[in-house]
Nanobody, 119 residues
Framework: VQLQASGGGLVQPGGSLRLSCAAS????????MGWYRQAPGRQRELVTV???????DYLDSVKGRFTVSRDNAQNTVYLQMNSLRPEDTAVYYC??????????????WGQGTQVTVSS
């Protein structure tokens, strides 16, 4: 399974960005899809996850500002980021959990996309 992420960039505080991450390859069953981020000098943290059922969860600091969604037909996950703050600056990584036909779940990572919030 390969992941292709896009949509990062430089934005002013209060601005918006939309990230996308498309999975390709042999995918028997796509399970959770999500986004992590890692700022310089900090550990990677889970930003949001969306289950195959559509149930979502968010990091407290992004609740009400970020929205995750997925297109199951396209095996793509999106992250709409509004009201961005300088502290949102980080490399954002998509992560997907794929089950094979035996029920084994394997996690895959995207290559990371830089989001910089600065005036």
């Amino acid at each position: 399974v390969q992941l292709q992420a896009s949509g990062g960039g430089l934005v002013q505080p209060g601005g918006s960005l939309r990230l996308s991450c498309a999975a390709s390859g042999t995918i028997f069953s796509m399970r959770d899809m999500g986004w992590y981020r890692q700022a310089p000098g900090r550990q990677r943290e889970l930003v949001t996850v969306i289950a195959s059922s559509g149930v979502t969860d968010y990091l407290d600091s992004v609740k009400g500002r970020f929205t995750v969604s997925r297109d199951n037909a396209q095996n793509t996950v999106y992250l709409q980021m509004n009201s961005l703050r300088p502290e949102d600056t980080a490399v954002y990584y998509c992560n997907v959990q794929v089950a094979n036909r035996f029920g084994r779940i394997i996690g895959y990572w995207g290559q990371g996309t830089q989001v910089t919030v600065s005036s």
